[in-house]
């Protein structure tokens, strides 16, 4: 089946403008994350959503990263007044909840928007 | 400090080699802990879970000493499809906390 799908697969800007990031999950799953992966970095939590609301959004930033999963599904990062230090891969993933250990499964993660702030 | 901490390397080693990664993570109420493989310009994927009584798939094992908080991984007999950044994750209240990653470069 389809896996995680994420657009565009670049992306690049400059500095003071506003940029979304949309993520496809793998249909049914429940959870969606953001992570964000600097060069030569591991990735890093941004945040993530059970269903509608953000579950913790304690990795985002600062308050011009924004995102929003209106419908449970699809789910948008948004980027106010971009600054170079934003230049990252930003990477999705989406998980199924376990119910036999209540925990949230594996996660899988999308191939990543590349983002370039100019 | 990081809370999850890796040797970045790069670790290069001949074909057939075994080598092993190392990571030490900093909550010891962590629960769930986990090896990633990422290649160049790819998203990281799942290698295997790793448990306190250790495990192994195939070529590679696992280790978990939560007393001295640390992971490690094993490959036996490296191939040059090994070849890739290994990164050493801990799950913490559904979120994956990364290392930076260990990159390995398997050579003929």
């Known amino acids: 089946g389809a896996g995680v799908s994420q657009t565009p697969s670049n992306k690049v800007t400059e500095k003071g403008k506003y940029v979304e990031l949309r993520c496809d999950p793998i249909s049914g799953h429940t959870a969606l994350y953001w992570y964000r992966q600097s060069l030569g970095q591991g990735p890093e939590f941004l945040i993530y959503?059970?269903?509608?609301?953000?579950?913790?959004d304690s990795g985002l930033p600062n308050d011009r990263f924004f995102a929003v999963r209106p419908e449970g599904s699809v789910s948008t990062l948004k980027i106010q007044r971009t600054e170079r230090g934003d230049s990252a891969v930003y990477l999705c993933a989406s998980s199924l909840k376990d119910r036999v250990q209540n925990d949230l499964g594996e996660q899988f993660f999308g191939p990543g928007t590349r983002l370039t702030v100019l | 400090r990081k809370e999850v901490e890796q040797d970045p390397g790069p670790f290069n080693v001949p074909e057939g080699a075994t080598v092993a990664f190392n990571c030490t993570y900093s909550n010891s109420a962590s629960q769930s802990f986990f090896w990633y493989r990422q290649d160049c310009r790819k998203e990281p994927k799942l290698l295997m879970s790793?448990?306190?009584s250790g495990n192994e798939d195939g070529r590679f094992t696992a280790q978990l000493n939560r007393a001295s908080q640390y992971i490690s991984l094993l490959i036996r007999d490296s191939k040059l499809s090994d070849s890739a950044t290994y990164l050493c994750v801990v799950k913490d209240s559904g979120k994956l906390i990364f290392g930076q990653g260990t990159e390995l470069s398997v050579k003929p």
């Open positions: 959503f059970q269903g509608t609301g953000a579950a913790d």
């Open positions: 790793v448990y306190s």
